[in-house]
């Protein structure tokens, strides 16, 4: 990357603070571009869904796993959590959606509260594993929340074949006019296809682990027993351990990284499966050379530009974030690794513009919390519009979570510590309500970015971007008019 005439400015930056200028191209085509990351996570995609309990659970690690993305499951999740949701991850399937699946029998009110847990917006009604109807928010409307579902569903159900091809898929779903339909195998349920999906199955390619199944991570803090915590992680199958902390730059991680990847090491020894190992966060190249030496494969960058964050306004710690990864990604360029930059991504061209200063993949966490995948319930406001809670993982919510084991005294004392928001309600967007609805976005500006750029892999564009800084004004002056001035 380089910056505009040659001129490097002497203050830091944020994502708001520069912009890209065009160069001559020869990329036709979004299409053209390649955006599968090189750092030895397997991800089609470079986006990594943040460890946060109120993003990354199961339902949002399959989701964008079938695009190509990862998801970290939290640290504060309890072990046996963690692996049930390992093995509902991989258990899903890699293509079609997975089903809201209830009997004849569940109550209107209880299939109308599991609606929001999927983008799609329907449930499968089976008898054993056979779908027998179906029902929508629309069949459950004004009808008495303990009737039971048979009595408002619509048992004419159009299926697909397992392996149907999704232009066949899509042409049946628009023939019948239908939003989706359930797919079979031998007759048995094994997923849902969307008029979406089937477009969204040709654009990308789903992140695999060597067994054909869908990749999720998990993540470990630096205390305790790390070593016995990393191999129980890793003996769930995770696709790449992330070692979370706030400050990533202390002797404490420095301590625990080589034990965490000696593990590793050995369990790939055994296996031939070598999961990547990540660290963070810092800001600085000497945070990222320390920890490659202790043995990180990729470092997360970042400390403070996150919505739930309030480090910076707390300690005024941190760093602006595009400066934190351009310094950060020459680093870890140097020693032959990779960054994440963590944090800060608002827009799509927040995204592009941390790639384009060398970051690997670029994670993301309170964007995604407003989505029908996050893991929290959905609610709805005083005027009508959906939300899901969302907290930042330093808060006085998430140190409880992490503490449940401690005495009471000693939980209590450490609430009051807080460095982070507890509540906050994250909108679900009406155009775009879903993560993969996002991930259409987002991927469809990174892609722009990159033909602009002339660049058709991530590597060049890094290599020929070129960046210039802007005043407020100037970021304002690209900002939309959605109703006329």
Same mark, same amino acid.
């Given at each position: 990357?380089?910056?505009?005439?040659?001129?490097?400015?002497?203050?830091? @930056?944020?994502?708001?603070?520069?912009?890209?200028?065009?160069?001559?191209?020869?990329?036709?085509?979004?299409?053209?571009?390649?955006?599968?990351?090189?750092?030895?996570?397997?991800?089609? @995609?470079?986006l990594?869904?943040?460890?946060?309990?109120?993003? =990354?659970?199961?339902?949002?690690?399959?989701?964008?796993?079938?695009?190509?993305?990862?998801?970290?499951?939290?640290?504060?999740?309890?072990?046996? &959590?963690v692996?049930?949701?390992?093995?509902?991850?991989?258990?899903?399937?890699?293509?079609?959606?997975?089903?809201?699946?209830?009997?004849?029998?569940?109550?209107?009110?209880?299939?109308?509260?599991?609606?929001?847990?999927?983008?799609?917006?329907?449930?499968?009604?089976?008898?054993?594993?056979?779908?027998?109807?179906?029902?929508?928010?629309?069949?459950?409307?004004?009808?008495?929340?303990?009737?039971?579902?048979?009595?408002?569903?619509?048992?004419?159900?159009?299926?697909?074949?397992?392996?149907?091809?999704?232009?066949?898929g899509?042409?049946?779903?628009?023939?019948?006019?239908? =939003?989706? =339909?359930?797919?079979?195998?031998?007759?048995?349920?094994?997923?849902?296809?969307?008029?979406?999906?089937?477009?969204? *199955?040709?654009?990308?390619?789903?992140?695999?682990?060597?067994?054909?199944?869908?990749?999720?991570?998990?993540?470990?803090?630096?205390?305790?027993?790390?070593?016995?915590?990393?191999?129980? @992680?890793?003996?769930?199958?995770?696709?790449?351990?992330?070692?979370?902390?706030?400050?990533?730059?202390?002797?404490?991680?420095?301590?625990?990284?080589?034990?965490?990847?000696?593990?590793?090491?050995?369990?790939?020894g055994?296996?031939?499966?070598?999961?990547?190992?990540?660290?963070?966060?810092? &800001?600085?190249?000497?945070?990222?050379?320390?920890?490659?030496?202790?043995?990180?494969?990729?470092?997360?960058?970042?400390?403070?530009?996150?919505?739930?964050?309030?480090?910076?306004?707390?300690?005024?710690?941190?760093?602006?974030?595009? *400066?934190?990864?351009?310094?950060?990604?020459?680093?870890?360029?140097?020693?032959?690794?990779?960054?994440?930059?963590?944090?800060?991504?608002?827009?799509?061209?927040?995204?592009?513009?941390?790639?384009?200063?060398?970051?690997?993949?670029v994670?993301?966490?309170?964007?995604?919390?407003?989505?029908?995948?996050?893991?929290?319930? @959905?609610?709805?406001?005083?005027?009508g519009?959906?939300?899901?809670? *969302?907290f930042?993982?330093?808060?006085?919510?998430?140190?409880?979570?992490?503490?449940?084991?401690?005495?009471?005294?000693?939980?209590?004392?450490l609430?009051?510590?807080?460095?982070?928001? *507890?509540?906050s309600?994250?909108?679900?967007?009406?155009?775009?309500?879903g993560?993969e609805?996002?991930?259409?976005?987002?991927?469809?500006?990174?892609?722009?970015?990159?033909?602009?750029?002339?660049?058709?892999?991530?590597?060049?564009?890094?290599?020929?971007?070129?960046?210039?800084?802007?005043?407020?004004?100037?970021?304002?002056?690209?900002?939309?008019?959605?109703?006329?001035?």
């Amino acid at each position: 990357m380089h910056f505009l005439n040659g001129q490097t400015p002497a203050h830091d @930056l944020t994502y708001s603070d520069v912009f890209m200028v065009p160069a001559r191209s020869s990329v036709t085509s979004r299409l053209d571009v390649d955006l599968s990351t090189g750092d030895g996570t397997g991800t089609t @995609l470079p986006l990594a869904v943040s460890n946060m309990t109120a993003i =990354a659970g199961r339902r949002m690690a399959e989701t964008v796993a079938r695009r190509g993305a990862i998801a970290i499951i939290p640290q504060d999740i309890p072990n046996d &959590v963690v692996g049930r949701a390992v093995r509902k991850v991989k258990d899903a399937h890699p293509v079609y959606d997975t089903p809201i699946a209830v009997t004849a029998q569940t109550t209107v009110g209880e299939a109308m509260s599991l609606l929001g847990k999927r983008a799609h917006g329907a449930a499968v009604v089976v008898e054993g594993d056979k779908p027998i109807g179906m029902v929508s928010e629309h069949d459950g409307a004004g009808v008495d929340r303990f009737a039971q579902v048979y009595e408002v569903m619509s048992s004419d159900v159009v299926t697909l074949p397992s392996g149907v091809d999704p232009r066949e898929g899509f042409d049946v779903l628009t023939t019948h006019h239908l =939003a989706l =339909a359930p797919v079979v195998d031998g007759g048995d349920l094994v997923g849902v296809l969307t008029r979406k999906s089937a477009l969204r *199955s040709t654009l990308y390619t789903a992140a695999l682990d060597p067994d054909g199944r869908l990749a999720v991570g998990a993540a470990l803090g630096i205390n305790g027993d790390v070593a016995e915590k990393a191999l129980s @992680l890793l003996g769930h199958g995770i696709d790449v351990l992330v070692v979370d902390t706030a400050h990533g730059h202390q002797e404490r991680m420095v301590e625990a990284l080589p034990l965490i990847v000696a593990e590793r090491d050995r369990i790939a020894g055994a296996t031939g499966r070598r999961v990547p190992v990540v660290a963070g966060n810092v &800001v600085s190249a000497e945070g990222v050379r320390d920890l490659v030496r202790a043995g990180a494969d990729i470092v997360k960058v970042g400390v403070g530009p996150g919505a739930m964050c309030t480090t910076r306004m707390m300690t005024g710690v941190g760093r602006p974030q595009f *400066s934190a990864v351009l310094e950060c990604a020459e680093a870890a360029g140097e020693a032959g690794r990779h960054i994440w930059a963590d944090g800060g991504v608002r827009h799509p061209r927040d995204v592009a513009l941390g790639l384009a200063a060398g970051a690997a993949s670029v994670m993301i966490g309170s964007w995604f919390a407003g989505t029908y995948e996050s893991p929290g319930d @959905l609610q709805y406001g005083a005027d009508g519009r959906a939300y899901k809670e *969302s907290f930042g993982m330093a808060s006085a919510r998430a140190v409880s979570n992490r503490t449940r084991d401690a005495a009471g005294f000693d939980r209590a004392r450490l609430a009051l510590f807080e460095e982070g928001i *507890s509540h906050s309600r994250m909108y679900l967007d009406p155009d775009r309500p879903g993560v993969e609805d996002l991930i259409d976005a987002i991927v469809a500006g990174v892609r722009s970015a990159c033909t602009y750029a002339g660049a058709v892999s991530l590597p060049e564009f890094h290599e020929r971007a070129v960046v210039g800084v802007q005043s407020h004004a100037g970021y304002d002056e690209g900002l939309p008019v959605h109703a006329s001035w």
